[in-house]
Every structure is written in C-alpha cells, then in structure tokens.
C-alpha cells in the first residue's frame, strides 16, 4: 500500500523490512523519528533502544553484527564524529550479520551547531556511502545497503540531509524478509584488531574499495537520464531533486545514489556526452574533486556555495540566470528566532546566572537557548558534553575566576558525555561548579526517554540513573536539588556553592513543561491597577508576556502558570 | 499539471505540522503525487516555522522558494508579512488574525508593524483573513487554531468536507477529535 512517509519513516520501514534486528541509536536532529518510528514496529521481531550516546549505540549495533543479526543505528552528523573511533575499526573487521549506520547532516544548520559534511567521514574511514533523495530511495536504498553490507563484509553508511529525513514523500510497502541470524565462528584475526591482524587488514580494506569502485561504475544507485546534452549535471542526494526541477529536461543528469567510492569510467562517459559540466553538491567539493582528479573540467564550487542550502530558485539562477519575481512586505519585520517556551524550567536558572553575573560554559539541548536575548547567559556551546570539561579547562588555567563560573548542561547530555568531564573535575581536583538541568527527558529533539528518567524507548520503566549518587560516586561531595521554580532557593544555592572551595554539582529539577504527564496550572493575569508599567517580568524573557499600552499582559493561550513573572513582579500586579 | 506549491507558516508551537500532514493526507486521497516538508529540531521551540507541500503529476523538489506559492496559509500576522514574498504573483494568502509577540518585539529592541493585514491587501494579493483563534475556542480549544485555518480554506479546494474529514480523523489523537471536527465545520461555513 502507498504512505506518504517522511523520509525517517521510510528507513524505519526499509530496516523493518530488510529483516533488521536491532536497531541502537541516540537521538540527534534530523535523525531522531528514524528510532522513533522503527521502535513502533514488534520489538520481539526489531528491538530498538536509545543508547547514552552515538558512540555506545555504534559499538551496540557492531556487537549485534558480529553476533551473527542485521543491525542498524542513526545519528546526526556531529554524532558520527562521537562514533567514529567505533566506526574507523568496524571497517577494518567488517560485518558478520549486515551492518549498516545512518547519518543525517543539517545543510542549512536548522538545529545544529555546525555544517559538516558526513561523506568525508566515509572517505576517512574507506567505507560505501549511499544517499537517497527522497522517501521512496529511503526505504529501498535502507534494504540495499544490507545487501551490500554483507556482500562486500563492511559497514555501510547512509547519508541523509535534512530535506530528505524531514519530507514526506510516498513510499509503496513490502513485506519483512525473513533473514536468519548468521552463525557466529571465533575468528580472531577478522574481529580482534590488534597490530598483527589490523595490518593484513588493512590490505584487505584497500582491496575492498577497489571492489567498490568497480561496483560503482555499474551499480543501479547511479543513474544517467539523458535529455539535452548542453548542460550535464553531476549531482546526489537532495541536491538531485532541486537540479531536476531548476533544469526539468533542459539538462541531463547522472545522479549518484553511491557518493562513496565515486565510479571513474560512468563519469568519464557520462562527461563526454555533454557540453557544459556542472557539479551540483550541497557542502563540500567531494564529486567535484573527484571529477577534476580525473582531469575533467567542470563548474562547481567557483560558481555554487559551500555554505547551506541550495534550492531550485538558487540552482535557476546560478545556471540560467533566471530570477523568480517575488513581492516584498515594504517595511523591517521583526525577527522570530526560537525561545524557551512558557512555563520552561530552564528559564528561572538562566535569569540568575545573568543576575549574578556569571561566565556560563554551556552546552547542546533546549538550554542552549539560554544564549539568547533578554538572558543572554551562555558563553559557549561547542558540543555535547563540553560544559564540563571547558568549565574544568577554565577553572584550571585560570582560576581567579572560579568563583563566577558554571558549567550547565541537561540531563541527557550529562550522561551522553557530561558525566566523564566530572570525573575529571573530581580526579584532577578543580574548584567548578556544574549545574545538571534535569527536565527529565531529552528535549530538543522533541522528547525522547533517557537513562536517567527511568523510561524505555517504549515507555516502559527501566532503571533510572541516580544522578545524585553518580555524582558522589565519581567523588563530588556536595550534590544538592533544587526546583527551578524557586528562584531566591536556585540563587542561595548557586551563590553558596560558587564561593565554596570544593567541585560541587547543583541538581535543577523540574521536568520539561511540554511534557504530557506534566499538569499545567491556569494562566497567570495582570492586575492592570497594581502594574505599574516597570517590565521586570520582561527580564525572564518569557513568550508568553508582552506590554500593550503601557501595561503587561498575559497571553493565556501560552502561560502554563510557572510563576516565575510573579516573583520578578514587585507591584504583585500577577495573579492566579 | 504543473506542481502546485502550499506554505504553511506561523509560530511553533501552534501546530503547523499537523496542518500540513492533514492538507497532505487529502492530496494523497486525490492521487496526487505529494511532497510535505517539516522543520523540526531547535526551530521548533517559538520560532517562526514554515511547512510546504508540493504536489502535481511528479514534485521533485520538497521546498518553496521565494515567487513560487500559490497559496500561503499563516497562523499569526507578522509571520504573513515575513513569507509574503514567497508568494507566486496572483497567488492566495489566508491569514490568522492572531498576533504573536516575537522576543525582540517583548524586550523592545523592535516593534511589531502595524496594520499588517491592510498593508498585505495594498501588495494586491488576494488576502483572507479570518479570527481562527476565536473559532477555535468557540469549539472547545485555542489549539484546535490549524484545523480551523484548515476549516477556512477548504471551502475553495476540489476536496469535498468527507475528504477533508477522514483526513483530519487520521491525523489527529482520538481525544482531540471531537473539538478539531467541531473547529474545521464552524471555520468551513466561513466564505474563505
């Protein structure tokens, strides 16, 4: 029957499909919904699970694989970078049952903190790399990559965008194979990589990629459609999909559905054909560098960027200098960058480390936010897990500062890899404070369970962290909790263990107000006698209050009734 | 055909999303080949966010870029000025009458324009606008606000009321139901 599937789903649906058993993955936008969906299909025939981070869920699905099942897991593309230690090895002792590793990059950073682009990942680590360009190759190319995978005994990458993971398009399913668990043999010298096997190894990985290649040239994943020959277009993934618009059939094209390794006599012929040659490749010049090694001319990154998205508007008028007419509003428009929503438990937090003035060394989630105007109190965001190790850094190099610093970071995130920088901070002795905001859930990816709020990716119980004792475990004696809802309680215990001289973790803990199982209290309204106008409540920075003639107001259609606008309000003009 | 280009817009939180997968689930229905593309992630959290949906005999790109929307559906004012030039000469913009503060208008570092609904009808696009908000709490829930823009314009679509229904009935959880069928019949007698 035909769906119209996200692009996500229709991995889902291929794993599902392709007879895949196990599937472990950390969520990471655009790549979350892929576990989402396949953890709705029977977990008997495909358990899904969401691992502490990228790196735990790519060894979880090498250790199935070896085992003997296809196994799969997804990440976005900075997650690859925490899996990549895992991922360069698996190369080496290739698969047992197939294995095969999605990874959504986020051209146009939509929700990412950088642009990096995965198939130099698969360049790095001499592994295949295929790339759908809508949902339909979603499902099929997920069912091939098992195919190759087991064929050539190595993992197979998936690369995925944002527009391809984040569209629906429709997809016609199949039943599941029935694909039976390989038997496992001890064989030392393809799954123990120590020098003496590594080393042989590694020829078998350079003979492989020259098996690729060839498989390349004539694989049914790279496709010529000849129309006019005056312009040719060399071009994969989503970026097909806008050429083919822009262009119709005023081009032809070889779309790459393998941009890993890359065919040398397919390009060779297909450039032959043609007149002008252009590359069209969101992010990085890998087909282009390829083409010009063969010593091809073409037209690439001098004349399409390097940076974000490209559309079919973009592609119309770099090629054929053709502008689509559009009207202008006439005047500014405010900007609506995103916010902490109302009734967040973040906000309070934020609001006073502004207040005290501290130099917050932040991290990836929702808190991220944190960053933006009116709390504007984060001073960095490299990626997850360095809110504590920076802060330790900081601390260390320069410590008369110590007493205003903080490291914050959410609960996911400390156990993805918040929890070893605070090993450091206790081992290697530095006087830093680190707040864990715990919202009970991973937010920003749009709610998944975590190991610390005692759910499965099924929702059913599981054991919780306790982060409490964690962080005594690891040797921080002062660990104390607190409700971000009390304000004057959050700022006593900041300023308290700022100024103590010891490593110290303050528990925020409050679960995020988006939550289902949260009960919401009435909105809040403004007593417009007793306002006088002084906009304190507008210090928070919440969503949910505006001023309209001099007075605030309330928009009950937001306001969960958090109350942290009444504890800035002096007047007492907010009431239930 | 020609690919026929819809933009979803508004502020996040206001339920886009499921607008847009409803709007898809009906042109499924009328075999047509569709394409809806979502924005999820940090964008999400009470930004502005737009949803397109393509379709046509065969849609290649999931995107609408600027000059190509034949119709533009906007949950808040301000979020219709900003996507107007997206819109296709000659093309419709069905708007809420609802206006969102954006932060930078709440700390006052900016203003939120004035009569923007007036200003929209003088760039000569053919302009709705309706008060869904107010429909959808006349039917039990302010969230029920998409299904009553939904309400709004299907009365100008090939679709019929059964089509749009079974659509919303799949999309849409079970509890929510009754109030978001309660929204679309109330908004639908509106002449879009």
Redesign the interface.
């Given at each position: 029957m035909?769906k119209?599937m996200?692009g996500n789903q229709a991995i889902a649906r291929g794993l599902y499909e392709a007879g895949v058993k196990l599937v472990s993955s950390y969520p990471g936008?655009?790549s979350?919904?892929i576990t989402e969906y396949a953890s709705s299909y029977d977990k008997n025939e495909m358990y899904c699970e969401w691992a502490p981070n990228e790196k735990v869920a790519c060894e979880t699905a090498i250790g199935a694989s070896v085992a003997g099942a296809r196994s799969f897991c997804a990440m976005k593309h900075v997650g690859l970078n925490v899996a990549a230690d895992p991922l360069y090895t698996a190369s080496y002792t290739g698969v047992n049952g197939g294995l095969v590793i999605a990874v959504a990059d986020d051209q146009g950073m939509?929700?990412s903190q950088n642009e990096q682009d995965s198939r130099n990942h698969a360049i790095g680590a001499k592994l295949p790399m295929i790339e759908p360009s809508?949902s339909a190759e979603c499902k099929e190319y997920a069912k091939l990559a098992y195919e190759l995978s087991e064929k050539f005994d190595v993992p197979v990458l998936l690369r995925l965008s944002t527009?391809v993971s984040?569209?629906?398009?429709?997809v016609e399913e199949e039943e599941r194979a029935n694909i039976p668990v390989r038997p496992y043999e001890k064989n030392i010298r393809k799954y123990v990589m120590m020098p003496a096997f590594a080393k042989p190894k590694h020829v078998t990985v350079e003979k492989r990629t020259l098996e690729l290649i060839q498989y390349a040239e004539n694989c049914p994943l790279n496709t010529v459609e000849m129309h006019d020959a005056k312009i040719g277009v060399i071009t994969a993934g989503?970026a097909y999909?806008?050429a083919?618009?822009?262009l119709g059939e005023k081009a032809s094209y070889l779309k790459l559905g393998m941009v890993n390794p890359l065919p040398e006599k397919l390009i060779r012929d297909f450039a032959e054909k043609v007149e002008e040659l252009y590359i069209i490749e969101e992010l990085d010049p890998v087909i282009e560098n390829h083409v010009r090694k063969l010593g091809i001319s073409c037209i690439g990154k001098e004349r399409f960027t390097l940076i974000g998205?490209y559309?079919?508007?973009?592609l119309k008028e770099k090629i054929l200098g053709v502008k689509?007419?559009?009207?202008?509003?006439?005047?500014?428009?405010?900007?609506?960058?995103?916010?902490?929503?109302a009734g967040c438990p973040h906000r309070g937090i934020f609001y006073t480390l502004k207040k005290l003035n501290c130099i917050v060394s932040g991290d990836i989630g929702?808190y991220?936010?944190g960053a933006?105007?009116?709390l504007q109190a984060m001073d960095t965001t490299v990626c997850m897990g360095a809110s504590v190790s920076g802060l330790h850094g900081m601390n260390k190099a320069v410590p008369q500062d110590e007493n205003k610093r903080v490291a914050v970071i959410g609960d996911s995130t400390f156990i993805h890899s918040g929890v070893t920088g605070l090993i450091n901070i206790a081992y290697n002795r530095s006087n830093s404070t680190v707040i864990v905001l715990d919202n009970s859930i991973t937010g920003?990816?749009?709610h998944q369970n975590n190991p610390a709020n005692g759910k499965d990716i099924y929702g059913d119980p599981a054991c919780a962290v306790d982060l409490e004792a964690l962080c005594k475990a690891v040797g921080i004696n002062r660990v104390r909790i607190i409700d971000p809802y009390n304000m004057s309680e959050a700022e006593a215990a900041i300023k308290e263990e700022l100024s103590t001289e010891e490593p110290s973790v303050i528990i925020s803990r409050r679960p995020c107000a988006l939550l289902k199982s949260v009960k919401h209290k009435p909105a809040l309204k403004v007593d417009t006698d007793k306002c006088v106008g002084c906009?304190m409540c507008?210090k928070i920075?919440?969503?949910a209050?505006?001023?309209t003639g001099g007075k605030c107001v309330i928009?009950h259609?937001?306001c969960v009734g958090c109350g942290i606008c009444r504890e800035m309000c002096k007047p007492g003009a907010i009431t239930e | 055909m020609e690919t026929k280009a819809i933009m979803i817009v508004g502020v996040g939180g206001q339920g886009t999303l499921l607008a847009s997968r409803i709007i898809g689930a009906v042109l499924l229905e009328g075999g047509y080949d569709v394409k809806v593309s979502e924005v999820h992630g940090m964008s999400q959290r009470g930004g502005s966010v737009v949803t397109y949906v393509k379709y046509g005999n065969k849609v290649y790109s999931p995107v609408i870029e600027k000059g190509e929307a034949d119709l533009i559906l906007s949950f808040e004012e301000l979020e219709a000025a900003r996507w107007l030039p997206y819109l296709k000469k000659g093309g419709r913009l069905v708007l809420n009458t609802q206006r969102i503060n954006p932060m930078p208008v709440i700390t006052g570092a900016a203003e939120y324009p004035e009569e923007i609904v007036e200003k929209l009808k003088k760039t000569g696009a053919d302009i709705t606008a309706v008060d869904a908000l107010k429909i959808a709490e006349e039917a039990g829930s302010a969230k029920a606000v998409n299904v009553a823009l939904l309400g709004v314009l299907s009365g100008s679509t090939e679709f019929g009321e059964d089509v749009w229904e079974k659509a919303i009935e799949k999309c849409v959880p079970e509890k929510a139901l009754d109030i978001n069928k309660k929204a679309f019949r109330l908004a639908r007698e509106i002449k879009g």
């Open positions: 035909t119209l996200l936008t655009p979350t919904e939509h929700s809508d527009r984040h569209s629906q398009s429709l989503i999909q806008y083919k618009e822009a998205e559309s079919q508007r973009y689509t007419e559009c009207t202008d509003f006439g005047e500014d428009i405010p900007v609506r960058p995103p916010v902490m929503c929702c991220t936010l933006s105007a009116p920003m990816t749009g906009k507008l920075g919440c969503p209050i505006s001023v928009d259609t937001q | -």
